[in-house]
C-alpha cells in the first residue's frame, strides 16, 4: 500500500471516528437538557398543589417563519387562590385545544364564564406556577430531538470527512498515465 492510500485510510477512519464521537457528545447534551426539564416538571407534579384557575384572558400571536409558513403561540392569563388564600396570577402559553375550549360560543372573542384551567404551583412559592397540561407533556424526555441532533452532526461530519478524502484522493493520488505498449500493430508517427 503506498503513502497516499495509508494517509487517506488512516484519515477516514479518524474522520468516521470523530463523526461517530460528536454525533454522540451533541446527542447526550441534548439529552441532558431535555431531562433536566423532564426532572423540574416530575417535581412539580410531585410537590406542587394542583388549583383550579380561572383564566382571565386569552391571546394568540402569529409569526411567520423565515423559510414560510407561520407559527402561532397562544398565552392564557389565570388567577387562583393559593393554600393561605391570596389571589395568584399567572400566564402560561397553551395548546390550541385548550386555546379554544375557553371560548364562549354565544359571545365571540370571549372566554366562558364556567371556564376553568388545572394549575400546578409550588407550595413554597405560588409565583413559580403554570398550567398542569405544559408539566404533564413535558415530564416524560422527548427522544425525537435527541435523535434529529445526534443524526445531523453525524451527517455533517460524516461530509466533512468524505470531502476531505475526496480532496486527499485527487491531489495524493496520482492519475495512472496510459503508456503504449509495444505490439506490432504500434507505429510511431512519421517524422515531417
Not at 382571565?56 to 388564600?85: E, M, N, V
Not at 372573542?109 to 371556564?115: E, F, K, V
Not at 388545572?118 to 405560588?126: I, K, L, Q, S, T
Amino acid at each position: 500500500m503506498t503513502f497516499a492510500r495509508t494517509t487517506m485510510s488512516l484519515v477516514t477512519k479518524i474522520g468516521l471516528a470523530i463523526s461517530a464521537i460528536a454525533g454522540l457528545i451533541v446527542g447526550l447534551v441534548v439529552y441532558l437538557d431535555e431531562a433536566g426539564i423532564a426532572a423540574k416538571a416530575q417535581q412539580m407534579l410531585k410537590a406542587g398543589t394542583v388549583v383550579s384557575a380561572v383564566p382571565t384572558s386569552a391571546s394568540s400571536s402569529t409569526t411567520k417563519r423565515r423559510r414560510g409558513g407561520t407559527s402561532t403561540t397562544y398565552t392564557i392569563r389565570y388567577a387562583f387562590p393559593d393554600a393561605q388564600g391570596r389571589r395568584i396570577e399567572g400566564s402560561d402559553t397553551a395548546t390550541a385545544g385548550e386555546y379554544a375550549s375557553l371560548g364562549d360560543s354565544s359571545r365571540p372573542g370571549t372566554i366562558r364564564p364556567s371556564a376553568r384551567l388545572d394549575v400546578v404551583y409550588e407550595r413554597g412559592n405560588p409565583s413559580n406556577n403554570g398550567l398542569k397540561s405544559r408539566f404533564d407533556s413535558q415530564s416524560q424526555v422527548d427522544f425525537t430531538n435527541v435523535a434529529i441532533a445526534f443524526g445531523l452532526v453525524l451527517a455533517v461530519a460524516l461530509l466533512i470527512t468524505w470531502g476531505v478524502r475526496g480532496f486527499m484522493k485527487r491531489r495524493l493520488v496520482p492519475e495512472p498515465v496510459a503508456v503504449p505498449t509495444s505490439s506490432p500493430s504500434w507505429q510511431p508517427p512519421p517524422v515531417t
